[in-house]
């Protein structure tokens, strides 16, 4: 079993981490309304360039931080992302410009290496046979923050859009506060590896992995469903509030709503499932459950039927954990930095394609000039994505 103070502080850490993004998400368009003098769908538009700046310098930085965290430590690469987070929120309370809060999400997206970081973690310290569970339950504590960040969100927002900001900074200095008093370094002499430039380029360290056999089907799996899920934190806000006129407050609720079964899901229904029918079926059933889903979304017409659905688009959340602990028993146990760094290399260059599309599509047939008004248009496109990544993984199971 792990060893259940490091766990709790990990679990913590990405509670805290995941209740920073939740807290803003709600207030984005009014936010960038604000700032720009814009129409939502032009909001949705600088909300996708937000989100592609920050995931750009992800996906540069992510295989350099997990090679350093191989070299150096997980505790000290997660604490000094934790310190410079908070000061980036603190810049983005304070921007006046729409260009203020560009450079603010460049720094972010250089230090954001939090989540990666507890999944290598995680792996550290989890026998090979409770790697699915160990990536359940960072899934379980990001939901659970994610459950109370937009709840926290939207009481704050009643204060302004900035509030929320100010919120997310207190909360990831104190993340970085409390890691630094308690958790200990699962990084070991056995286990430390020499830094390369090689293994820390992105694109290296991919080619690398995807040498191994059957890694790399599995890894455009990965990839596919991170574009499509992408489309939540891309869209969200904006398709709420365009679709069925939600307030800040109502964005809040909905986000919380779906992270409590989010939790629920990874924290309960990821042992049983890996039990009952294994990793493989696992996959195959939550990407099925991610599929009708996105064609749900596409068409809803009612905010009431979309909150109801909202326990079933959760079941999706099977899938992950299970495809994680897949390529995470595919590579040598000095490796799992990396692999937790090519594979949030893989999620950044996700979220640098998923917004663009996504908001754009959005923008498209939602604006005044759009050719047919549907703006569940982007969960179309995430159901085509989730379609290709079912195929592929089918032939992975064949190929295997």
Known sequence: MFARLPVLVILVTVVI???????????MPDLIREITG???AEAAIWGGILATVFAVMQFLCGPLLGSLSDRFGRRPVLLVSLAVMSADYVVMALAGSIWLLVLGRIVAGITAATHATALAYMADISKPHEKA???????AGFGIGFVLGPVLGGVLAEFGTRAPFWGAAILAGANALLGWMVLRETVTDATRRAFTWRRANPLG????????PSVGKLLWVFFLYQVASAVYPAVWPYFTTERFGWSPGMIGFSLAAYGLAFA???GFAIGPSIRWVGNRWTVTIGLAIELASFVFLGFVASGLLLLAAIPVFALGALGLPALQAILSRRVADDSQGELQGVLASLTSLAHILAPLVMTQTFAHFSGPDAPVYLPGAPFLVSAVLMICAIAVFLRSRRAT
């Open 205 to 212: 360290s991919l080619a690398a992995l995807g040498k191994l």
């Open 17 to 27: 981490d995941a209740m920073g993004i939740g807290l803003i998400l709600p207030v």
């Open 38 to 40: 814009g129409d939502l």
């Open 264 to 266: 629920l899901v990874q």
């Open 133 to 139: 569970r160990a990536f359940g339950i960072v899934g």
